[in-house]
C-alpha cells in the first residue's frame, strides 16, 4: 500500500498535529510485509476526544503484541481536514502508517456514545468501504464493533458484520487469531466466503454476528419475535470479562500526543466493575462483577509510565474509584514516592458517603484540584428511588470537610427527568446548594469569600439498556425544558453558578439506547443529508434528525418517551450480560417503592453474575 500524501493540505488544516502520527511511544512495523494483518482501530470522534479514551490505548498495545499483527489507530477527521481530504481525493489513513485503511483486514470503532454513530458512517465512506455489511465482498475489510453501546448494536445492526460483546484484551485478539489460522487456508480460492468466517468466530464467547439474527415485529412496532437464522450462532451471545487484572498487559508505554487532548495524565485502573448498584447507570450493570488489581501491580505500572510518559498527574480511573478496597495505601505510595517530583494524585470519582479527608489532604500536598461529587438527585427519596446510597449528612460531612482543608468551591452533579421524579425533588437542588453555601459560612466565620462558589450541573435521565430503568421513557422536551426553567429560577444566586445539558441531544441518545433495527434506515438518511459530529453542538442539527424519522415513518417518541411493559421483547434481551433481566425488574419495583438494595460487596443480591459462568470477581 501507499501512503497518502498530505503536504498539500495540512498547513489549510486547524490542529494539523492531530494527523501526523510518530507521537512518542507509538508502535511503528514492517507494512511490506505481506503476512503482516492490519488492524485499524477507529474512534469516531476527533483526535483528542479520541486519544483520552484508556480503552483505546489497551487495545492498542494488546494487539501490538503479535508480531504478525499491526493495530494503527483511525480518528475521525475534523470538518475543516475531511473537506480537504475529500477535495484532493485522499481516503482515510492510519496515523501509524500514513495508509488508507481500505484494504486492511480490520477496521474497529469503539462504541462510547450514541451521538457517534454517523460519523462511523462517515468514517467508513471516507474510507471507500461500502456502509451497509450485505453489500461487502471479501475483498472488503471485516467492520468490528465494540464498547459499551455494542450491547445494543441493534440500530447499527445493517452496518456491522461482528459485535465484541465484553472486554476486549483477549476477544479482539481471538478474533483476530481465528483470522490468521482461517487465512492460511486460502479460503477463498476454495470456495469460502465471508459468512464462514463469520460462522467460525460467531462460537467464540463475546461474540455476535449481527446478520445471524432476524426480528419480527406486531402491527404496533413492537418486537413479536427473534429468529436465528444461522445453526451456528448462539441463541444467546453472552460478554467477556477479565478474570485475572494483574495478568493482562497495560500501556505503561502510553502515547504521549504533541497537543493537549481532553486527558493528558497518567490513567491508572483500579478495577473494573462496581457494586453500588445505582438504577440508572448502565456501567455499573455490564461491567459486573468487580475485579481488582493489587496495589503491587499498580506500583509497577505506574513508575513505569512515568518513566515512559513524563507526566506530572495520575489520575486514578474506575467506575467509583473510592470503592478501591486499598485506596488508602495506593494513595500514600504514590503521593509518598512522587510528590517530591512534583507528581500530583487526581480521583475524579468521589462518593460522598465515603469522602476521606486523610486522603483528599494527602492529594492535595502537590497541587489541589477540583472537588465534583455526585447526589444525583436532589431529595432523599429520590436517592432511595435510584438506589444511588447517600444522604444529605454524606453531603454536609463531605463538603465541610473540604472546606475545612482550605477548598472554596464544588460542583454538585445531578441528573433531572428520573422516574418517578417530582418538583419537590427538584426543590431538594436548589435546598442542597443552599445548605453548602451556608456549611461555608459556618467554616469561615459567616463570610464568602471571593473564589467561593458552587456549581451545580444537571443532565438529563436517558433510560439504558440493561438497567433497571430500562422499561421507563424520558421525560419530553416540553417536561425537561419546564424543569431546567424552574431551576434557573431557584438556583439565582451570585455564589451559584447553574449548567444543563442540552435535552434535544439527550433525546437522541435516549431513542438510540433503547432502538431497534428499523432505527438503521434513519442513520443512513441522516448522513447522507449530512449528519455528523452530533455530539458537538455546533454540528448538531435537531431539525435534520426529524425530518430523517419523518421520511422514514418512524416515531422517536416510540423509542424515546414509551413505557414499556415486562413482556415486551426488548431489541437486546437476547443478550447475556450476566446480569438477569429478573433482577432488573426486582430492582425496578424496589424504585417504585423508594426501597433501597444494599452494596453488594456485602453480601449477594442476586443479579446472576455469581452464578453465572462469566465469572465471579470479588462476588
Request: aromatic residues 10%.
Amino acid at each position: 500500500m501507499v501512503k497518502v500524501d498530505l503536504g498539500k493540505i495540512l498547513k489549510k488544516v486547524e490542529k494539523p498535529a492531530r494527523y501526523l502520527g510518530n507521537e512518542t511511544n507509538t508502535i511503528h512495523k514492517d507494512t511490506n510485509d505481506e503476512n503482516l494483518i492490519r488492524y485499524a482501530h477507529c474512534f469516531p470522534d476527533v483526535y483528542e476526544v479520541g486519544m483520552s479514551h484508556l480503552g483505546s490505548h489497551i487495545l492498542y498495545n494488546s494487539l501490538n503484541q503479535d508480531e504478525d499483527v499491526y493495530c494503527e489507530r483511525v480518528y475521525a477527521p475534523s470538518v475543516d481536514m475531511e473537506e480537504k481530504m475529500r477535495e484532493n481525493n485522499i481516503p482515510l489513513f492510519a496515523l501509524e502508517s500514513r495508509e488508507a485503511i481500505t484494504n486492511f483486514d480490520f477496521v474497529v470503532f469503539s462504541l462510547q456514545y450514541e451521538l457517534c454513530y454517523t460519523n462511523i458512517l462517515n468514517m467508513l465512506d471516507l474510507a471507500n468501504i461500502p456502509l451497509l455489511s450485505k453489500d461487502r465482498d471479501e475483498k472488503c475489510p471485516l467492520v468490528m464493533v465494540g464498547g459499551s453501546c455494542a450491547y445494543n448494536v441493534e440500530p447499527m445492526a445493517d452496518f456491522v458484520d461482528i459485535a465484541l460483546l465484553g472486554e476486549g484484551e483477549q476477544l479482539n485478539r481471538e478474533v483476530v487469531r481465528a483470522y490468521i489460522d482461517w487465512m492460511k487456508t486460502d479460503p477463498y480460492k476454495n470456495g469460502k466466503t465471508k459468512r464462514d468466517f463469520l460462522e467460525l468466530v460467531s462460537e467464540i464467547d463475546g461474540v455476535y454476528i449481527p446478520s445471524f439474527y432476524e426480528f419480527e415485529y406486531n402491527q404496533d412496532g413492537t418486537i413479536s419475535e427473534l429468529k436465528v437464522v444461522n445453526e451456528k450462532a448462539p441463541k444467546n451471545p453472552r460478554k467477556r470479562i477479565i478474570t485475572d487484572m494483574d495478568a493482562i498487559e497495560y500501556p505503561e508505554k502510553m502515547i504521549v500526543p504533541f497537543i493537549e487532548t481532553i486527558h493528558d495524565r497518567i490513567v491508572l485502573e483500579l478495577f473494573r466493575g462496581c457494586t453500588r448498584g445505582c438504577r440508572f447507570c448502565q456501567a455499573g450493570m455490564i461491567y459486573r462483577p468487580i475485579r481488582e488489581k493489587t496495589v503491587d501491580r499498580l506500583k509497577g505500572i505506574v513508575d513505569n509510565m512515568i518513566k515512559n510518559t513524563g507526566y506530572d498527574e495520575i489520575s486514578l480511573s474506575s467506575l467509583s474509584t473510592s470503592d478501591y478496597s486499598h485506596i488508602e495505601e495506593i494513595t500514600d505510595f504514590l503521593v509518598d514516592e512522587y510528590a517530591s517530583q512534583n507528581i500530583g494524585v487526581s480521583l475524579p470519582s468521589l462518593r460522598l458517603d465515603n469522602f476521606s479527608m486523610e486522603i483528599a489532604e494527602k492529594i492535595q500536598q502537590v497541587r489541589k484540584t477540583g472537588l465534583t461529587f455526585a447526589p444525583e438527585a436532589g431529595s432523599q427519596r429520590m436517592r432511595d428511588v435510584i438506589n444511588k446510597g447517600v444522604t444529605e449528612e454524606d453531603l454536609r460531612n463531605a463538603v465541610g470537610k473540604a472546606f475545612q482543608m482550605g477548598w472554596n468551591s464544588v460542583k454538585l452533579y445531578f441528573m433531572i427527568g428520573l422516574p418517578t421524579e417530582t418538583y419537590e425533588d427538584l426543590d431538594g437542588i436548589r435546598d442542597l446548594a443552599y445548605e453548602v453555601i451556608d456549611i461555608y459560612r459556618d467554616i469561615n466565620g459567616g463570610k464568602l469569600r471571593n473564589k467561593f462558589g458552587v456549581t451545580v450541573s444537571t443532565s438529563t435521565f436517558v433510560p439504558k439498556a440493561f438497567t433497571p430503568f430500562q422499561w421507563h421513557g424520558q421525560d419530553t422536551q416540553d417536561e425537561i425544558r419546564e424543569k431546567q426553567k424552574y431551576l434557573v429560577g431557584r438556583l439565582r444566586n451570585g455564589n451559584i453558578k447553574y449548567n444543563y445539558h442540552e435535552s434535544k441531544s439527550s433525546l437522541m441518545e435516549a431513542i438510540f439506547s433503547r432502538g431497534d433495527r428499523k432505527l438503521g434506515k434513519v442513520l443512513l438518511e441522516a448522513f447522507n443529508n449530512g449528519s455528523k459530529f452530533d455530539g458537538w453542538s455546533e454540528h448538531f442539527d435537531f431539525d435534520r434528525w426529524m425530518k430523517c424519522f419523518d421520511v422514514c415513518d418512524l416515531d422517536p417518541s416510540f423509542y424515546a418517551h414509551r413505557e414499556r411493559s415486562y413482556e415486551e421483547i426488548l431489541p437486546w434481551d437476547h443478550i447475556d450480560v450476566g446480569v438477569t433481566k429478573a433482577f432488573l425488574i426486582r430492582e425496578n419495583e424496589k424504585a417504585k417503592n423508594n426501597e433501597l438494595t444494599e452494596d453488594c460487596r456485602w453480601g449477594c443480591k442476586g443479579c446472576g453474575v455469581n452464578v453465572n459462568d462469566i465469572g465471579r470477581g470479588l462476588c
